[in-house]
């Protein structure tokens, strides 16, 4: 493996995940916990601008793209996200909060 580039990597989420995290605060407004959702998504997200490697474990390669997957879980969100293997670029796939978030159990995705 080629060592980790320096931090900050490159972010990039789609459209639809952007729409799904507007919708998970909205939720999290509604429920009180708007706070707590806020934190853990920051979270999250600088962990992935600064140690996406460290903060995640590697789930699979995807050698031809030269990308690995990973899981990293923060205040009862799993991120699932691609690390590209020689330039600091992260792909996030998917957020979901697990059993025990105040947005557990909700569909983030109509």
Request: charged letters at 25%; a neutral charge; aromatic letters at 10%.
């Amino acid at each position: 493996m080629i060592p980790d580039p320096s931090p900050p990597y490159e972010v990039d989420t789609s459209g639809a995940l952007n729409a799904r995290i507007r919708k998970m605060v909205e939720c999290a407004k509604r429920l009180g916990v708007e706070n707590e959702v806020d934190s853990s998504i920051a979270g999250i997200f600088w962990q992935l601008f600064r140690k996406p490697r460290e903060w995640g474990d590697p789930i699979r390669d995807f050698r031809n793209a030269q990308f690995t997957e990973f899981h990293g879980r923060l205040g009862r969100f799993l991120c699932v996200y691609h690390v590209h293997a020689r330039i600091p670029m992260v792909m996030v796939k998917t957020l979901i909060p697990q059993e025990g978030n105040p947005l557990f159990g909700q569909n983030f995705d109509e």
